[in-house]
């Protein structure tokens, strides 16, 4: 069985979205799933926020629970972890490097176009050696940094914006935006 956690920053709004979603059109799918998520920066106990559980209940889906913050333990039980950011994969990863094969945001995830996918591993790759130069006390190359700069402009932005303190209709926009890449991650989960 699949574990997949979602990862966004307070986990009140858009990972509990993405949870509750694709676990009820995974139980409609048939697909044998468990799924959690979890904020870089919350606390646990904290209550979903009343426009995603206005989101979910106008979408007839059911959401139980509240805040967790992401742990060690959650991001080991995971087989996918899938942020709603970047900025939360990079936060991620910097806390907790082991995870850096199954950790991606979501709508990069579910990008099926392979150069943009080679692009975003040079950019990793880049970022994983300016992070270990400046533990050194060193510096990219300006090469490097060039490169750098350019597969940025490049590559798409795979962030799902946040509705925190918004109106619904942000939420639902949120939403919206957010079921169409579980669709394509359903797609994704019954191939393989």
Known sequence: MTRILFVCTGNTCRSPMAEAMLRAMAKQQGIPLEVRS??????????????????????????????????????????????????????????????????????????????????IEELERLYSEMHMKQALGQRLSSEERTRLLELERRIPSFDIADPFGGTLGMYESCAAEIEESLKALVGILQKG
Do not use: C
């Open 38 to 119: 979890a904020g870089v920066s919350t606390i646990d106990g904290l209550p979903i926020s009343t426009h995603a559980l206005s989101t979910l209940r106008g979408k007839s889906v059911n959401h139980q629970g509240s805040s967790r913050a992401l742990s060690g333990e959650a991001v080991a039980w995971a087989d996918l972890i899938l942020t709603m950011t970047a900025s939360h994969k990079r936060g991620l990863l910097n806390y907790f490097p082991e995870a850096v094969d199954k950790a991606f945001t979501l709508k990069e995830y579910v990008n099926q176009d392979t150069a943009v996918q080679a692009d």
